[in-house]
């Protein structure tokens, strides 16, 4: 195992009462605090797409993401673990490294600039350095983005099996929407009724690729628009990111675990989510990448 099970279930009185729920209503399930790398939610699925590679005989794992993703930070972290090396394909062109990418440099990984390609075009550079370490005499087993496959999923059935375990009257999971295993694995053990998913914009088309990942492709998902384009600054994630930090001391990130509670303070709003219904907020992670963000020395001046 990369990690140590289940993470902690945290009350959330006081940020509860601040967006209008019951102080008893809330909870925060930290998965900030999973152990591996500092940290989030890619490494549930990690433990299953890594074990898939060592049954594989592999010695380098490939993946891919944005220049501060934490998948790639954890992807990292996880080959330092098992023994194996780490190849971490990431778009645009080489910046200084801050934030996540100063931690995948500490686990040792190699790091491959992308330059000007599109994401959607990023899976075939992936294909093609692994394809370049297999000549080189490597094995090399290609992580998905984000970590989420059929595989990477169930790291998140698991999760909502030991939320239930955790807090048996669980009426609703809010969660960050990115690459969809997340989400994909909580519907999977809770019920499509029982997540709430917020699309940080980082996919076209999220309710797809949440459903290629169900047995049932036409369950109706409940998921609530980005706000805003990927990566950007929202002024309800600043302010969200604030409220919980100012409640209950916990730091949250802007591209994922803001825009996840920024989703959850609308939807209370607006009367999807219930005073007297208990709810969890996942912290998935992501706080490096709040070191490295663009806009990160402009939040508080």
Known sequence: MLATYPTPLDPAPRLAEAIGL?????????????????????????????RQALDRRATVLVTSGAAQSNHARLTAAAAAK????AVLVLEGH???AVGNLLLDRLFGAEI??????????????VRAEAERLTGLGERAEVIPFGGS?????KGYEEC????????????????????GGTMAGLVRALGPGKVYGVDVGAVPDPRAVVAALLPDPGIDLR???AAGAYGVLAPAVKEAMTLVARTEGI???????????AGLVEAVREGLIEPGRTTVLLHSGGLPGLFGHPEASEIYV
Do not use: C, F, M
């Not at 909870?27 to 549930?44: A, E, S, T």
């Not at 098992?82 to 090396?85: P, S």
């Not at 496959?149 to 999923?153: E, I, K, N």
């Not at 030991?162 to 969660?175: A, G, I, K, S, Y």
């Open 22 to 50: 019951n102080p008893g209503d809330l909870y925060v399930k930290r998965d900030d605090l999973i152990g591996l790398g500092g940290g989030g939610n890619k490494v549930r699925k990690l433990e299953h797409t890594v």
């Open 82 to 85: 098992a023994g194996l090396r």
């Open 94 to 96: 080489e910046t200084p």
């Open 112 to 125: 491959v600039w992308a330059g000007d390609l599109r994401p959607a075009d990023l899976g075939e550079r």
């Open 149 to 153: 496959s059929v595989l990477g999923a």
């Open 160 to 179: 909502g099996h030991e939320l239930r375990q955790q807090l048996p009257d669980l009426h609703t999971v809010v969660t960050a929407l990115g690459s």
């Open 223 to 225: 998921i609530r628009a």
């Open 251 to 261: 730091v949250l990130d802007p591209v994922y675990t803001g825009r996840a509670a």
